[in-house]
């Protein structure tokens, strides 16, 4: 009646094969030489816009200009 060789996969196994895998991803995401995203630059004499809040764009001016008709 008793399975012989049967695998041992239980909830601890997988939670702690999760954990591994959780642990390796946040090790993989610290190391330094890890391509990432490249850093962005403006253009010579362009302002950064500010965070959030309204503005009133040519693309913007155009769809005004279209629904008023």
């Known amino acids: 009646m008793n399975k012989p060789n049967a695998p041992a996969l239980n909830r601890r196994t997988v939670f702690a094969g999760a954990g591994a895998a959780g642990a390796l991803a946040a090790a993989a ?21 500010p965070a959030g809040g309204y503005r009133l764009t040519e693309h913007i001016r155009q769809y005004y200009a279209t629904a008023r008709t």
Not at 32 to 42: I, K
């Open 29 to 49: 995401t610290v190391l330094p030489g890890a391509p990432g995203a490249a850093p962005t630059t403006l253009a010579a004499g362009t302002q950064p816009a």
